[in-house]
């Protein structure tokens, strides 16, 4: 067998330790798929580890960690965009590929970080940073290169659907779930990232590049959490044949004006909320940990992705994915003496001068379907003055549900409506929160067919 592929592994957290523990169960799989030997030469950790085969050099100066002569790829599992960023960097400039589950830093500083690589003639894979264990960055860059991507949407926080099923299938309480879903390694260092859809928002963002060529764009994703959501929500949606799921949509709008108005903009949503889509959608049915990205592409249509969306062995997988195609990438330096662009889709699918400026479009541009919860007084006429600012505003109601009044005499108005322009449903809202039968703020949550 030739040459040893060395690697060094950045932070010893539930991943890095995951990436130990794959490669001591798997290394006979690894070598007979690679044809090269694997061996973990250096781990960069705050804190030594007396559990560590001790031929593997521990040390806390991850920057020299990270240009190691005794190094050939580094695997950045610390998390944060900060000592991260300044680690990557580092090792890119001295050569090494780089393998990272760091979606935070790659949304918010990976346009920088991948025009370094190509600099360098290095590669920056990060597999494991979307979607846990599934291969959708993969798929997206390799399977789906001949396809025009028009949508996708997918569950790409564990923690969230973890803690959303939980509550809907056991009636469990958010704070008790999410510190369950702390405990088995799911969860960012700020569990707020889940929660509030960063995490999800930070996914999105890689994953709208590699589907339609454009920069990383984190800063206009539009992102909604999954805190405000309660139970009786949760129930409604479900009574009326649709389930709450908190999703990322990336979805490219040809348009039909120029967005004035009631006219629809062309460009791109970037939207992550929680969302009402029907209870016999394949996506609905996803529940625990587990991820899904559904992808509509052209001409192959609809495909869906599955998989444990967290977890220290779903990440492990995919970061040694990406190991292992780089490992492939040195062999064939190795024999041919050629240079490895030629040997690698680029970073995000595209090639960098490629990239689009197709605009992101605002989130008062962005067309969805609406789940409105209404409370009423309980008087002849509310329903009809609520349809009635939903019909002038040109908004379709799809279905309606009133609950008989309860104790305090309000009545609680559940009402679907058909995609609309979100400026529309704006006024729409602001009208029906003015009307003197009207008792509350109207909770609005986006419903999806996934048509
Ligand atoms: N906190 C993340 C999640 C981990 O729950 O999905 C995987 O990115």
């Not at 279905?399 to 006024?427: F, Y």
């Amino acid at each position: 067998m030739s040459k040893s592929i060395k690697l060094a592994i950045l932070g010893l957290g539930t991943v890095g330790t995951g990436v130990i523990n794959l490669i001591n169960d798997n290394l006979d799989e690894l070598k007979r798929r690679s044809g090269r030997d694997i061996l973990i030469t250096e781990v960069g950790t705050r804190r030594q580890r007396d559990d560590i085969d001790p031929t593997i050099i521990q040390s806390s100066d991850l920057m020299a960690t990270a240009a190691s002569d005794n190094v050939d790829i580094v695997i950045e599992v610390i998390g944060g965009t900060t000592l991260a960023k300044d680690v990557i960097m580092h090792a890119i400039k001295n050569g090494k590929h780089v393998v990272t589950a760091n979606k935070a830093l790659l949304a918010e500083h990976g346009n920088e970080i991948f025009a370094f690589a190509e600099e360098h003639n290095v590669h920056v894979a990060y597999e494991a940073a979307v979607a846990g264990g599934i291969p959708i960055i993969k798929v997206m860059r390799e399977a789906l290169a001949a396809n025009r991507i028009d949508w996708l949407a997918g569950i790409i926080n564990g923690t969230g659907n973890f803690i959303m099923t939980e509550m809907r299938d056991k009636g469990r309480p958010f704070a008790d779930v999410l510190t369950e879903a702390q405990e088995l390694g799911y969860a960012e260092a700020d569990p707020t990232f889940d929660v509030e859809g960063i995490d999800a928002a930070h996914k999105l963002a890689l994953l709208a590049s590699i589907a339609f060529g454009i920069p990383l764009q984190f800063d206009k994703v539009y992102c909604e959490g999954i805190t405000g959501i309660t139970l009786q929500d949760v129930n409604y949606a479900e009574e009326l044949g649709y389930r709450i799921k908190h999703l990322g949509f990336a979805v490219r709008r040809d348009g039909q004006g120029d967005g004035s108005g009631d006219t629809s903009a062309a460009g791109i949503e970037l939207r992550v909320h929680p969302t009402l889509i029907p209870q016999n959608a394949l996506l609905a049915n996803v529940n625990g940990v587990k991820n899904a990205v559904l992808v509509n592409s052209h001409p192959l249509g609809q495909t869906l992705y599955c998989g444990d969306g967290a977890g220290a062995g779903a990440t492990a997988s995919a970061v040694m994915a990406d190991v292992m195609d780089l490992v492939r990438v040195l062999g064939s330096i190795d024999s041919n003496n050629e240079s490895t662009n030629g040997h690698h889709v680029p970073h995000l699918a595209f090639i960098p001068e490629q990239l689009s400026d197709t605009p992101i479009l605002r989130a008062e541009q962005m067309i969805t379907g609406y789940y409105l919860r209404v409370h009423a007084h309980d008087n002849p006429g509310v329903l009809a003055d609520i349809t009635r600012i939903l019909s002038d505003a040109g908004i379709n109601i799809d279905a309606i549900l009133q609950k008989p009044a309860h104790k305090l005499g309000q009545v609680p108005v559940i009402i679907l409506t058909l995609p609309v322009i979100e400026s529309q449903m704006n006024l729409a809202i602001e009208k029906i929160e003015k009307l003197d039968t009207i008792t509350d703020k109207v909770v609005r949550i986006r419903l999806d067919e996934l048509a």
